[in-house]
């Protein structure tokens, strides 16, 4: 198992197990702009106290859901819904949700605690009140005292912890959570991850949370969705997503993968690149062509070929940290591989896999009559 998948399995026991109450429903939303396309009847419910992570490449239509969730983008159709309640039309500071930037963009010339108390004020609450809730939301943040600095005293981190203060003292049920960790640097990111895991669970609300980093997704979300040119191209927990990923594009997206054009001869049994692999897999039909995914961690070399293997060239090798990365020309495929065990390049190797460890996933039907890999 490589590190990111560790990483990800570590954090399951937090994750929630049997989903709680459905909070919001985006039903059938679809927006264009410019006439083009940017969301296609998009259908999504989201539950209390979840935290659900919105992924996909740049412009797939992350930020526009977040945004009609945030009531700053009216859908062209579709209604949102929020607790039983069509919110499709209210404006966003009726909306039980507060969002936080990627550009933290707080008030330069206000000190933090002005800067948090800016949107109490507005509603008018009592001096009491806003500074009760100043402590509360620096104590959650873990930046007690900090009331009387100014913003650009403030780390990076630091700042996106403000904002996030100042949205967590509106009491929202929901955070709406764009990018907020994409302009920090990697170790400080890796922080702040913990840092809103933690803050989640003590609010006991639902994050919807925006990026583009599958690895930032699976160490944090309960629930991934997997977005592609405003479509949804899967949901899932981090473990699905990653292990039982249904289409090509969630297999390449979410780390690396062997995605191999496949021929299903018959239920458990698939032919790739000309040789026979048990699988677990049924229903696929008998000679159907099928896209294989195999994990690099989960391809398994060997000395001498073996039974079930496909023999095969070690072609690159570099040097991970905690495994070995290599390459593996065999049957006309470039295999990529990472294992512990070191094989240098030149190596004659067979390559093995668990039956459990090959994912079968349906070609689209104009890919069908492409399929390679067909023998007896
Ligand atoms: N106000 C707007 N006017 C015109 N086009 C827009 C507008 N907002 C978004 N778009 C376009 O819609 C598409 C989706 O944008 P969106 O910001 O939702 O993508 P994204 O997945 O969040 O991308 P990124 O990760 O780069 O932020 C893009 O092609 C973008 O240019």
């Not at 507060?98 to 963009?105: D, E, G, I, R, S």
């Not at 592609?228 to 090509?248: D, F, H, K, L, V």
């Not at 993968?257 to 001869?265: C, E």
């Not at 032919?271 to 048990?278: P, V």
Request: charged content about 25%; some cysteine; hydrophobic content about 40%.
């Amino acid at each position: 198992m490589d590190q990111l998948s560790a990483q990800f399995l570590t954090f399951t026991y937090r994750r929630i197990s049997s989903m709680n109450k459905e909070l919001i429903n985006l039903i059938d939303i679809s927006k264009s702009f410019d006439g083009e396309m940017v969301l296609d009847e998009l259908h999504l419910n989201i539950h209390e106290n979840e935290f659900l992570t919105l992924l996909g490449p740049s412009g797939c239509g992350k930020t526009t859901t977040l945004r009609i969730l945030g009531g700053f983008v009216t859908p062209d159709k579709g209604r949102v819904v929020f607790g039983g309640q069509d919110i499709t039309n209210m404006p966003p500071n009726k909306r039980q949700l507060n969002t936080v930037f990627q550009k933290y963009a707080l008030f330069t010339h206000m000190n933090i605690a002005e800067n948090i108390a800016f949107g109490l004020k507005i509603k008018n609450k009592s001096k009491n009140y806003i500074d009760d809730k100043i402590k509360y939301a620096l104590k959650l943040v873990n930046l007690d005292g900090y009331e009387k600095r100014m913003p650009d005293s403030l780390s990076g981190g630091q700042q996106q912890r403000i904002a996030i203060a100042r949205a967590i003292v509106n009491e929202p049920k929901v955070l709406l959570l764009d990018e907020p960790l994409g302009a920090l640097d990697l170790k400080l990111r890796q922080d702040m991850q913990y840092e809103l895991i933690r803050l989640k669970n003590e609010l006991g609300i639902t994050f919807i949370y925006v990026t583009h980093d599958q690895e930032e997704a699976l160490t944090m979300s309960d629930t991934i969705v997997v977005m592609n040119q405003g479509y949804i191209q899967q949901i899932g927990t981090p473990e699905t997503i990653y292990n039982e990923p249904e289409n090509a594009f969630v297999a390449d997206f979410i780390g690396d993968s062997n995605i191999i054009a496949s021929m299903m001869l018959e239920d458990k049994l698939v032919s790739i690149l000309g040789a026979k692999f048990a699988c677990v897999d049924t229903g696929f039909g008998h000679n159907k062509p099928v896209d294989v995914v195999i994990r690099p961690e989960d391809v398994e070399l060997t000395k001498q070929p073996e039974d079930g293997t496909i023999q095969g060239t070690v072609t690159h090798l570099i040097f991970k940290g905690v495994h070995y990365e290599m390459e593996v020309t065999a049957n006309g495929f470039e295999w990529l591989v990472h294992s512990t065990g070191m094989f240098p390049v030149g190596t004659p190797v067979g390559i093995k896999v668990d039956p459990f460890n090959i994912q079968i996933m349906n070609k689209p039907a104009s890919e069908d009559e492409e399929a390679v890999g067909v023998e007896e």
